[in-house]
């Protein structure tokens, strides 16, 4: 595997190795040991989500105010444009986003820590996409700040209006949500 860092300290872009031949391919997805001597983290997973979602579908920008999960993202088909922003008041880094393309075909993963809101557009007719969470889904802490907030200014790469859940379309903008110190 190789980790690569990105703009946001903290949010990490995970590149694993590929064995292919005519057959198709073969990779390790997670070690816990690689995993640990690669990041100098030490988290525990223990929830393993997939969600399916068509074109222009936005999810996010999701978080939890308490029970804070870090995630693991990938694509296992199709394409999307993975975003995390730093909602740590106290981070240099605060309000900031980091964009990339995950897809089934580059297998990148997306390391997104805690205190961060994570969100996806799907770029493909449709992609799957997996999570591995460091704390369990507890909704009365879930929050979800506005996609489209200027404070943010996310340069999102859809190709005509997002298909939005409620949830989403009644983001808070970024300077009203609950954050992390």
């Not at 292919?20 to 100098?40: K, M």
């Not at 008041?89 to 805690?114: C, D, I, Y």
Request: proline share 6%; hydrophobic share 40%; aromatic share 14%.
């Amino acid at each position: 595997m190789n980790c690569l860092t990105t703009s946001l300290p903290d949010v990490l872009i995970i590149e694993p190795k590929v064995f292919g031949d005519d057959r198709g391919f073969f990779f390790e997805s997670f070690n816990q040991r690689i995993w640990n001597n690669l990041t100098g983290l030490d988290c525990g997973f223990v929830q393993h989500n997939h969600s399916r979602s068509a074109r222009n579908v936005l999810r996010g920008l999701h978080y939890q105010i308490r029970q804070p999960q870090g995630k693991l993202v990938r694509v296992v088909s199709g394409e999307v444009f993975d975003v995390a922003v730093d909602i740590r008041r106290s981070s240099p880094s605060f309000g900031q986003w980091f964009g990339a393309t995950l897809s089934a075909e580059n297998k990148r993963q997306m390391w997104v820590p805690e205190g961060f809101a994570h969100g996806f557009c799907v770029t493909s007719e449709y992609a799957e996409f997996l999570y591995l969470t460091t704390d369990y889904w507890a909704p009365e802490y879930e929050r979800c700040i506005a996609w489209n907030d200027p404070a943010i200014g996310i340069t999102w790469p859809l190709s005509g209006d997002p298909l939005l859940s409620a949830k989403d379309m009644a983001g808070t903008p970024l300077n009203q949500a609950d954050l992390f110190d």
